[in-house]
């Protein structure tokens, strides 16, 4: 989840020339960013199992498995106390650091109110809303009631060409199904919408979104290829060059990795 905020940091070059007040660089966040990635990648190793469960209690008294079970059960919880704790760091280390950059974001945004931002949710979802009540579909994702009829009736709009009601229904989309099965192709397509009504900028965010929210999902290298072809449409062509040179990086011998590498030579990219 976390290599999604690899380009957020992007976002916040969309509304001004300047990434941050404080003298950060871009290079700087997506430092602390790999920090917060290696942390993680550790985090996941530790919650993998490694086989079978080593403790033998064949051919020992009652009295002596007892002790044995009370040792491993001894021994267990203060491993998982460790675990839970590290992971309750990374969480509020990286939440304070999202939370930092969508106001810095908020600072750049001509149009954003610093007022409406809020508290930064918890990374891991802990505080989505599950408003609907959810339903099995048969690739094990969860879709909420009525949120595939209202996908599809936002895509409809979009392949009949009715670009602004498209964008107007995925936006809705995407504010109530926050978190679902299909957020991060509704902010793609969004997105193309967008791009339909020459609104490059908010093209950018809409695709950003998508990457961010769904950094392996099916459409997550055509977002990222697409965000860094806005950032170029944006002036942004620093940030292009880089975001687009993240997608054969990320997602070797995709379609997407191959029109990145056009995408580069065709706006100059060393």
């Given at each position: 989840m976390l290599r999604a905020l690899s380009v957020l940091a992007c976002v916040g070059t969309l509304a001004g020339p300047a990434l941050a007040q404080d003298g950060?660089?871009?290079?700087?966040?997506r430092q602390e960013i790999q920090v917060l990635l290696v942390e993680v990648g550790r985090l996941k190793r530790e919650l993998s199992t490694t086989g079978a469960p080593q403790t033998s209690l064949?051919?020992?008294s009652a009295l002596e498995r007892i002790d044995?079970?009370?040792?491993?059960?001894?021994?267990?919880t203060s491993s998982t106390e460790e675990v839970e704790n590290r992971v309750n760091r990374v969480v509020s280390d990286g939440t304070n650091r999202l939370g930092d950059l969508r106001f810095r974001v908020c600072e750049l945004d001509d149009g954003c109110d610093l007022g409406s931002l809020g508290e930064t949710p918890p990374l891991g979802g802990v505080d989505v809303p599950t408003a609907a009540p959810a339903q099995n579909v048969t690739d094990g994702a969860q879709l909420a009631i009525g949120e595939q009829a209202d996908f599809d009736r936002a895509k409809e709009a979009l392949d009949s060409g009715s670009f602004?009601?498209?964008?107007?229904?995925?936006?809705?989309?995407?504010?109530?199904?926050?978190?679902g099965a299909l957020t991060g192709e509704a902010h793609f397509y969004r997105g193309q919408a967008l791009s339909e009504l020459g609104d490059d900028k908010a093209a950018a965010r809409a695709y950003l979104a998508s990457y961010?929210?769904?950094p392996d999902g099916a459409l997550a290298p055509d977002a990222l290829l697409q965000l860094?072809?806005?950032?170029?449409?944006?002036?942004?062509t620093a940030d292009a060059c880089a975001t687009l040179g993240e997608v054969p990086s990320?997602?070797?011998g995709s379609e997407a990795a191959a029109?990145?590498?056009?995408?580069?030579?065709?706006?100059?990219?060393?």
């Open positions: 950060q660089t871009l290079a700087d966040i064949t051919g020992t044995a079970m009370e040792a491993e059960l001894r021994r267990l602004r009601s498209a964008a107007d229904l995925f936006e809705t989309f995407t504010e109530t199904y926050t978190g961010s929210g769904s860094g072809r806005k950032l170029d449409a944006v002036g942004q990320l997602f070797p029109e990145s590498e056009t995408a580069r030579a065709s706006i100059g990219c060393q």
